[in-house]
């Protein structure tokens, strides 16, 4: 046997092979080689030296089967082994022991791994079958529709009623939607959201407005349900403001509490006539304040309404908050300065600020057509501005003006 290693001198626990992987107390490293072989490196310390197997003692062969039982060998002073014992540890701790040869512990082991599949190999028919193909994505598109047919998430949502459509015109929503799983990120948001109270026929109508509420985290839009619970919000009043405000759930508690508080302190109200504002238009919590703030002031300054009047404005007409303010600005200079009309009679019925311009100037100038244009409560045939811009137009013809439609119809032509 020639030139088989080197003399070395290490400490012995234990050797073990498992498939091409050596376990001692040593660190091992398995780096692989050619086929014919592999080449082993363990760590040792500054008493150890390096072990290299050489290829040959590896192969499958019932000559090395045979080596390895072949007695071990000694060095004859050439620089060559003879035989006799190739190496034996020794412990001052506990003595002598012998420890197998190495050659003889190697068990054979089969160094060729079968080449791949190649997928022009013929396989049967019955493993045809077996054979599971994932859905194949377009590899660029301009519209989700393209996809739904692949992705479990897209199919399900539109069975739901979400508008693609509209989703995929918002900027990286539809990326979003195609990395959804919906077991997995979908379905738990859902059954949130109809715990929550949110009707099933409106989770359609949901999503398409606020898609990003798939990627919320559980426990955050658990702790918003939990705050509105808090602040006495009754179950019926959180179902409205989440259905009504689909954006409510992605604002922070934080967010929630200095919004709620902001109404309370601009408008001086108490704790449950806050609740009731932002209950009725829920908007209140999740739309931008500059607008709010702004007609807060011109309400203040440049209308000239009292605090207590703005405050029975808005409580009544909560609207009024986000009314375009060249709108109101318009509607009140008609009415306060055109008709007439003072600062106490149009905090009574601010509802005059939903309805439309031209609708309050055209049944006004009839009036003033017909000479019934009195607005004073003090006054005989006192015309309220509930009765000026809310009637239907027979109502209004026959009960307000005195007048017929056709009447009112004929003079509109002429302004």
């Not at 939903?354 to 045939?381: C, M, S, V, W």
Request: aromatic share 8%.
């Amino acid at each position: 046997m020639s030139s088989l290693c080197h003399r070395i001198c290490y400490r012995w626990t234990s050797l073990r092979i498992t498939g091409l992987v050596w376990s001692s107390r040593q660190e091992i490293k398995v780096l692989p080689t050619a086929s014919y072989g592999i080449q082993t490196r363990f760590g040792l310390d500054a008493r150890q030296c390096l072990l290299t197997q050489k290829p040959w003692m590896l192969k499958s062969s019932k000559s090395s089967s045979s080596a390895s039982n072949l007695p071990p060998s000694k060095e004859d002073g050439t620089g060559q082994f003879t035989e006799s014992s190739i190496m034996q540890n020794t412990d001052d701790n506990h003595g002598k022991s012998e420890v197998p040869s190495l050659v003889k512990d190697i068990q054979t082991v089969e160094l060729d791994v079968a080449p791949p599949h190649s997928p022009f190999d013929e396989i049967s028919e019955e493993a045809a079958l077996q054979t599971e193909t994932s859905p194949s994505f377009p590899p660029i598109s301009f519209t989700l529709r393209d996809y739904v047919d692949q992705s479990e998430t897209l199919t399900k949502l539109v069975l739901l009623g979400v508008d693609l459509s509209k989703l995929e015109r918002r900027p990286n929503v539809a990326n979003m939607l195609l990395r959804l799983d919906f077991n997995r990120d979908v379905k738990e948001r859902l059954l949130f959201l109809k715990d929550v109270g949110v009707d099933d026929h409106l989770l359609g109508a949901f999503l398409t407005r606020n898609p990003f509420i798939l990627t919320e985290d559980m426990e955050n839009l658990q702790m918003r349900i939990q705050y509105l619970q808090s602040k006495k919000f009754s179950k019926e009043a959180i179902s409205s403001m989440v259905s009504g405000a689909p954006y409510l759930l992605n604002f922070s508690v934080e967010r929630l509490d200095n919004r709620l508080a902001f109404y309370q302190r601009e408008l001086r109200l108490n704790v449950q006539k806050t609740r009731d504002l932002v209950t009725r238009l829920p908007k209140l919590l999740t739309g931008s304040l500059e607008p709010i703030k702004e007609n807060l002031k011109v309400c203040r300054i440049e209308l000239g309404f009292r605090d207590n009047e703005i405050q029975h404005m808005v409580i009544s007409v909560p609207k009024l908050l986000l009314a375009s303010k060249k709108k109101v600005t318009r509607t009140f200079d008609y009415l306060h300065n055109t008709m007439g009309i003072p600062h106490h009679l149009i905090t009574k019925f601010p509802q005059v600020f939903n309805a439309k311009f031209l609708r309050i100037k055209d049944r006004h100038l009839f009036l003033e057509h017909l000479g019934r244009a009195q607005y004073d409560p003090t006054q005989p045939n006192y015309i309220s501005l509930d009765n000026l811009v809310a009637t239907p137009d027979e109502v209004f013809c026959v009960k307000i003006a005195k007048g017929t439609l056709l009447d009112f119809e004929a003079f509109q032509k002429t302004l």
